[in-house]
């Protein structure tokens, strides 16, 4: 593919960019769900194509097209220096990129069996034997079911010498049991909801997951909601799984250290960041024990934001993003470093697929376990009263990251240490830094999970992006808890 | 562009390389562009062009999808191979009807007995404009530059998009069904940033004529400098007055529930309540794709034609959507004496799905007394006016609780006036208790946000709107 990216920066040389880097992206995809006993949907895409991002008169163009004959190629790239030398009738300063060393590199996901090799017979028993599962438990009223299968294989050039031929593999399964009886509707999902659990990983992963083994349990929780207490309201303390504590992260830590946000480029949609530049090593996030990471490497694990090097050609690497609870890294590239005082980039631009135009993304976010041993069952036993959430049902954030209200599918009262009754309807509120000050307790590595969140979305027009947010179970003290049900 | 024409060869190819019962072939794509501005500078400015092939088969009541942007012999073949190794590893589904012919989803075959026949394709206006499809680069930065002006007018700071788009949309079967979409689009948004405000305008259009970026850009910049220095007043109940924007983007929430197959699967909040006085009495709400202020294509994913169908009826909710199937299993279904009107609408997704149907050119109905929001402003003795909701999710499904943040220009009203700007407020409401408490609305209009689809939706002056808490700007 190196010879067609080569059309393209022949093209945006000679019409006077001043850089340009082109991206070619095969991507295929299989989706397959069930729905109460039936195949819901199955089907296979792929897409293909190539763009161009360029620097002309100071000022970004891109351009992107279906098409990769010759032709087209060097339109589009004619086409992105256009759209530059328009992008630079408004303009304050010209784009400094942060300088980067040009590799010749191939890499893929590391993965034991590919995914699109394991037939689709084998797969849809799969499905139907969970959802034969949940919909044996008396009051589910609806069962889905999904599989997702992702292969990206991505060619980088750059007009300063890049050459990076990269293939992604991940791979998402989960489902859901509804029950609807009376005027309520309860649901439990499993391993995780809005689509379970994702990671770069090949078809290993559904088979460590242990779905059908589960399902009958996550049914009988969502019947059982139905007889459960409303969750208590007033200021308690929570213990969070670490699936939602995972979206926690991605909302709360995740979001406000993307730096274009901070500086204000995602202000008219995603909104901007409480985190402004004077914060950096100044602002305590969080408790002593709050140590996160934006970690893209391989040794961080399968998550959704690992890979070798981003859209721009730059190493995946790990940021200390919380510091023993000092704030102390946002998420960068190439064009933003030099806001915070540094000559790299950050590595973590990414883009939804050819026809995108990179942007600063999460990569992992990953909240670092406790280092004395802790499980779960003996953080529950050591805390007097208190409610354990598990499984996100719902979640929002203000558009600078303060304030944030969580629900999730099930809670635990907890009493002198002991999970005294399951509560319905649990939710949760606070203010971000509020609320990381009053983490007092991690668990282990042992309860450590890499969670997937695969539907990230931001920029305009929006892109949708797969992200890894590791945690384990955590305590914060003295939050509010129940106000979404309060007078509505 | 890919046309018609085109499409109908490569229509002919597919059907000669599948060995499939029946075969439905969807194209979709086009041309877009965005200018993106921010810190009142253009920093990301995009264009793309890419059309799709999705081919649907069918063996003895087994489907499957494949779908493809290339075009070629090769990839024609892939894209239907695919498509029938997936399809015939199926269960046959009992429920998969027979593809349409043109004369089904024209509405000619079938019991029409609701007096709601498909929307003619003549009584829809053209939403293709040649002077959309041609904005330049340069004329989206020109446009920026205005908006740039009026921020640094104000000492404010601009952000925000302008793009437009040409695409098309056509569906074409092995039972002689063939139809075609064209339709370009316009948008503008922005948000004006001061100190500690902002102020936000969003409009879009099939035709680019109807935007006005000036104002847009001027109303911004009253918003973001009439909200700075914003006072924190307490959370609770209050009047509202939502402006359009944040009407479509809250109650957009609950379109998906205006489904048959949301009735079967006992997932809609309307589950039980087809029949019933849900809302206020001024609450009129239809789905109609013919609307003057309305964009789209006018067939569903299966090619039937969109029918007109009321919703609410002075708050009594009268209908659901339905797709051809899913109409078929009701009919059988213990739900149907409390499911409203059986009948396939035109509102059908692609199959196969899991969801079903949904409404998607959403009227509300005018009230009898419209009045502006400066009317209603003038009306309200003390109350909070929003600009805009972000953030909105569904917190409890069955009375429809959503949660959300307001944004953008958040204002306190005393005795009639706008009296400061105030810290923005979460929320907690039922859309249920939201649409029983509606005072007072505007005239209609053409909105769009963030949170939902473009719909035709009214200012609304409400009261007991549920703020739970302040956040801390």
């Given at each position: 593919?190196?010879?067609?990216?080569?059309?393209?920066?022949?093209?945006?040389?000679?019409?006077?960019?001043?850089?340009?880097?082109?991206?070619?992206?095969?991507?295929?995809?299989?989706?397959?769900?069930?729905?109460?006993?039936?195949?819901?949907?199955?089907?296979?895409?792929?897409?293909?194509?190539?763009?161009?991002?360029?620097?002309?008169?100071?000022?970004?163009?891109?351009?992107?097209?279906?098409?990769?004959?010759?032709?087209?190629?060097?339109?589009?790239?004619?086409?992105?220096?256009?759209?530059?030398?328009?992008?630079?009738?408004?303009?304050?300063?010209?784009?400094?990129?942060?300088?980067?060393?040009?590799?010749?590199?191939?890499?893929?996901?590391?993965?034991?069996?590919?995914?699109?090799?394991?037939?689709?017979?084998?797969?849809?028993?799969?499905?139907?034997?969970?959802?034969?599962?949940?919909?044996?438990?008396?009051?589910?009223?609806?069962?889905?079911?999904?599989?997702?299968?992702?292969?990206?294989?991505?060619?980088?050039?750059?007009?300063?010498?890049?050459?990076?031929?990269?293939?992604?593999?991940?791979?998402?399964?989960?489902?859901?049991?509804?029950?609807?009886?009376?005027?309520?509707?309860?649901?439990?999902s499993?391993?995780n909801s809005y689509?379970?659990?994702?990671?770069?990983?090949?078809?290993?992963?559904?088979?460590?997951?242990?779905?059908?083994?589960?399902?009958?349990?996550?049914?009988?929780?969502?019947?059982?909601?139905?007889?459960?207490?409303?969750?208590?309201?007033?200021?308690?303390?929570?213990?969070l799984d670490?699936s939602q504590l995972g979206l926690q992260?991605h909302e709360?830590?995740?979001?406000?250290?993307?730096?274009?946000?901070?500086?204000?480029?995602?202000?008219?949609?995603?909104?901007?960041?409480?985190?402004?530049?004077?914060?950096?090593?100044?602002?305590?996030?969080?408790?002593?024990?709050?140590?996160?990471?934006?970690?893209?490497?391989?040794?961080?694990?399968?998550?959704?934001?690992?890979?070798?090097?981003?859209?721009?050609?730059?190493?995946?690497?790990?940021?200390?993003?919380?510091?023993?609870?000092?704030?102390?890294?946002?998420?960068?590239?190439?064009?933003?470093?030099?806001?915070?005082?540094?000559?790299?980039?950050?590595?973590?631009?990414?883009?939804?697929?050819?026809?995108?135009?990179?942007?600063?993304?999460?990569?992992?976010?990953?909240?670092?376990?406790?280092?004395?041993?802790?499980?779960?069952?003996?953080?529950?036993?050591?805390?007097?009263?208190?409610?354990?959430m598990q499984t996100n049902r719902s979640w929002?954030?203000?558009?600078?990251?303060?304030?944030?209200?969580f629900g999730c599918e099930i809670?635990?009262?907890?009493?002198?240490?002991?999970?005294?009754?399951?509560?319905?309807?649990p939710s949760?509120?606070?203010?971000?830094?509020?609320?990381?000050?009053?983490?007092?307790?991690?668990?282990?590595?042992?309860?450590?999970?890499?969670w997937?969140t695969?539907?990230?979305?931001?920029?305009?027009?929006?892109?949708?992006?797969?992200?890894?947010?590791?945690?384990?179970?955590?305590?914060?003290?003295?939050?509010?808890?129940?106000?979404?049900?309060?007078?509505? | 562009?890919?046309?018609?024409?085109?499409?109908?060869?490569?229509?002919?190819?597919?059907?000669?390389?599948?060995?499939?019962?029946?075969?439905?072939?969807?194209?979709?794509?086009?041309?877009?562009?965005?200018?993106?501005?921010?810190?009142?500078?253009?920093?990301?400015?995009?264009?793309?062009?890419?059309?799709?092939?999705?081919?649907?088969?069918?063996?003895?009541?087994?489907?499957?999808?494949?779908?493809?942007?290339?075009?070629?012999?090769?990839?024609?073949?892939?894209?239907?191979?695919?498509?029938?190794?997936?399809?015939?590893?199926?269960?046959?589904?009992?429920?998969?009807?027979?593809?349409?012919?043109?004369?089904?989803?024209?509405?000619?075959?079938?019991?029409?007995?609701?007096?709601?026949?498909?929307?003619?394709?003549?009584?829809?206006?053209?939403?293709?404009?040649?002077?959309?499809?041609?904005?330049?680069?340069?004329?989206?930065?020109?446009?920026?530059?205005?908006?740039?002006?009026?921020?640094?007018?104000?000492?404010?700071?601009?952000?925000?998009?302008?793009?437009?788009?040409?695409?098309?949309?056509?569906?074409?079967?092995?039972?002689?069904?063939?139809?075609?979409?064209?339709?370009?689009?316009?948008?503008?948004?922005?948000?004006?940033?001061?100190?500690?405000?902002?102020?936000?305008?969003?409009?879009?259009?099939?035709?680019?004529?109807?935007?006005?970026?000036?104002?847009?850009?001027?109303?911004?910049?009253?918003?973001?400098?009439?909200?700075?220095?914003?006072?924190?007043?307490?959370?609770?109940?209050?009047?509202?007055?939502?402006?359009?924007?944040?009407?479509?983007?809250?109650?957009?929430?609950?379109?998906?529930?205006?489904?048959?197959?949301?009735?079967?699967?006992?997932?809609?909040?309307?589950?039980?309540?087809?029949?019933?006085?849900?809302?206020?009495?001024?609450?009129?709400?239809?789905?109609?794709?013919?609307?003057?202020?309305?964009?789209?294509?006018?067939?569903?994913?299966?090619?039937?034609?969109?029918?007109?169908?009321?919703?609410?009826?002075?708050?009594?909710?009268?209908?659901?959507?339905?797709?051809?199937?899913?109409?078929?299993?009701?009919?059988?279904?213990?739900?149907?004496?409390?499911?409203?009107?059986?009948?396939?609408?035109?509102?059908?997704?692609?199959?196969?799905?899991?969801?079903?149907?949904?409404?998607?050119?959403?009227?509300?109905?005018?009230?009898?007394?419209?009045?502006?929001?400066?009317?209603?402003?003038?009306?309200?003795?003390?109350?909070?006016?929003?600009?805009?909701?972000?953030?909105?999710r569904?917190?409890?499904?069955?009375?429809?609780?959503?949660?959300?943040?307001?944004?953008?220009?958040?204002?306190?009203?005393?005795?009639?006036?706008?009296?400061?700007?105030?810290?923005?407020?979460?929320?907690?409401?039922?859309?249920?208790?939201?649409?029983?408490?509606?005072?007072?609305?505007?005239?209609?209009?053409?909105?769009?946000?963030?949170?939902?689809?473009?719909?035709?939706?009214?200012?609304?002056?409400?009261?007991?709107?549920?703020?739970?808490?302040?956040?801390?700007?």
């Amino acid at each position: 593919m190196k010879h067609v990216a080569n059309w393209a920066l022949d093209i945006a040389a000679l019409r006077g960019a001043s850089y340009a880097d082109v991206r070619i992206v095969a991507q295929s995809s299989r989706a397959l769900t069930t729905k109460n006993g039936k195949v819901g949907s199955a089907s296979d895409a792929e897409s293909v194509g190539m763009s161009v991002r360029v620097i002309a008169d100071g000022a970004w163009g891109f351009a992107a097209s279906d098409d990769l004959s010759r032709a087209a190629v060097e339109a589009t790239a004619g086409r992105a220096v256009e759209i530059a030398r328009a992008s630079a009738r408004v303009k304050q300063h010209d784009v400094q990129l942060a300088p980067e060393k040009a590799v010749t590199a191939e890499w893929t996901t590391p993965h034991k069996i590919d995914p699109f090799t394991v037939s689709v017979e084998q797969n849809i028993d799969l499905l139907l034997k969970v959802d034969s599962e949940l919909r044996a438990v008396a009051g589910i009223t609806l069962a889905e079911t999904n599989l997702n299968f992702n292969r990206d294989e991505q060619w980088f050039v750059s007009s300063e010498g890049a050459n990076i031929h990269q293939t992604k593999y991940s791979t998402g399964a989960g489902y859901a049991a509804y029950a609807f009886a009376g005027n309520e509707i309860q649901k439990r999902s499993y391993p995780n909801s809005y689509g379970g659990q994702w990671q770069n990983k090949g078809y290993e992963l559904i088979e460590e997951l242990r779905l059908a083994e589960n399902a009958r349990r996550i049914a009988e929780e969502a019947v059982a909601l139905h007889h459960a207490d409303q969750c208590p309201e007033g200021a308690l303390d929570i213990i969070l799984d670490s699936s939602q504590l995972g979206l926690q992260i991605h909302e709360s830590v995740g979001h406000p250290i993307e730096l274009d946000r901070v500086l204000g480029m995602e202000a008219n949609f995603a909104g901007t960041s409480f985190l402004t530049l004077d914060k950096l090593r100044t602002l305590r996030y969080g408790s002593e024990l709050v140590n996160v990471v934006a970690d893209a490497r391989q040794e961080h694990g399968p998550g959704l934001g690992t890979f070798a090097f981003d859209d721009e050609g730059v190493p995946g690497q790990c940021t200390p993003i919380i510091t023993n609870g000092l704030f102390t890294g946002y998420l960068s590239s190439r064009e933003t470093a030099h806001t915070i005082g540094e000559n790299r980039s950050g590595g973590t631009l990414r883009a939804e697929g050819w026809n995108r135009l990179p942007m600063i993304r999460m990569t992992n976010i990953s909240l670092l376990p406790g280092h004395e041993p802790l499980s779960l069952e003996e953080l529950i036993a050591a805390t007097d009263h208190g409610v354990f959430m598990q499984t996100n049902r719902s979640w929002s954030i203000d558009d600078k990251r303060y304030n944030f209200q969580f629900g999730c599918e099930i809670g635990w009262e907890i009493k002198r240490g002991k999970r005294a009754r399951m509560v319905k309807n649990p939710s949760y509120s606070g203010i971000t830094t509020e609320f990381w000050n009053s983490l007092d307790a991690i668990c282990s590595r042992d309860e450590w999970t890499l969670w997937g969140t695969p539907n990230c979305g931001k920029g305009q027009p929006q892109q949708v992006m797969g992200t890894g947010h590791g945690a384990a179970p955590s305590r914060f003290r003295d939050i509010k808890v129940g106000s979404a049900y309060r007078g509505s | 562009m890919l046309t018609k024409d085109q499409a109908g060869d490569i229509f002919n190819r597919i059907r000669k390389l599948s060995t499939a019962d029946e075969v439905e072939v969807l194209f979709s794509g086009g041309a877009f562009a965005l200018t993106r501005f921010a810190n009142n500078t253009i920093h990301q400015n995009v264009a793309e062009e890419n059309h799709v092939v999705s081919v649907r088969t069918v063996f003895g009541g087994r489907t499957a999808r494949a779908t493809s942007n290339k075009f070629d012999d090769e990839s024609l073949s892939w894209v239907v191979a695919a498509s029938e190794s997936l399809a015939k590893v199926q269960h046959p589904d009992p429920d998969l009807l027979p593809m349409p012919d043109s004369r089904e989803a024209a509405g000619a075959v079938g019991q029409d007995q609701f007096g709601e026949a498909p929307v003619p394709a003549n009584t829809i206006p053209s939403r293709h404009f040649a002077a959309t499809a041609g904005i330049t680069p340069e004329l989206r930065a020109d446009c920026v530059s205005k908006i740039v002006g009026v921020a640094e007018k104000h000492k404010l700071t601009a952000a925000g998009i302008f793009s437009s788009a040409e695409s098309i949309e056509g569906i074409f079967n092995s039972r002689g069904l063939s139809d075609w979409h064209t339709q370009t689009l316009a948008e503008i948004s922005i948000t004006m940033l001061g100190a500690d405000s902002s102020g936000w305008q969003k409009a879009n259009s099939p035709d680019a004529a109807n935007l006005d970026p000036l104002t847009l850009g001027e109303t911004s910049a009253q918003k973001a400098r009439e909200s700075s220095h914003p006072q924190e007043i307490p959370a609770g109940k209050y009047t509202v007055i939502l402006e359009p924007a944040a009407v479509l983007d809250i109650v957009g929430f609950m379109f998906w529930d205006y489904s048959g197959m949301g009735i079967l699967d006992q997932r809609s909040f309307l589950t039980g309540r087809i029949g019933s006085k849900l809302f206020g009495e001024n609450i009129t709400i239809r789905d109609d794709v013919a609307h003057p202020l309305q964009s789209g294509s006018p067939f569903d994913g299966e090619g039937m034609r969109r029918r007109r169908v009321p919703l609410v009826e002075n708050g009594v909710v009268k209908r659901v959507v339905y797709a051809r199937a899913t109409a078929e299993r009701m009919r059988r279904s213990e739900f149907r004496d409390k499911a409203g009107p059986i009948q396939a609408t035109g509102h059908g997704f692609a199959l196969p799905n899991e969801m079903g149907e949904m409404p998607l050119n959403i009227v509300f109905a005018g009230p009898q007394n419209p009045q502006t929001v400066e009317q209603i402003i003038a009306s309200t003795e003390r109350g909070v006016l929003v600009t805009r909701l972000w953030y909105i999710r569904e917190v409890e499904p069955f009375e429809k609780i959503l949660t959300g943040m307001t944004r953008d220009g958040t204002f306190l009203i005393e005795d009639g006036r706008v009296q400061c700007g105030i810290r923005n407020f979460r929320f907690n409401e039922s859309l249920i208790h939201m649409l029983s408490n509606v005072e007072a609305m505007s005239e209609p209009v053409r909105a769009c946000g963030e949170e939902s689809f473009d719909m035709v939706v009214p200012a609304m002056k409400i009261r007991e709107f549920n703020f739970t808490e302040a956040t801390k700007f």
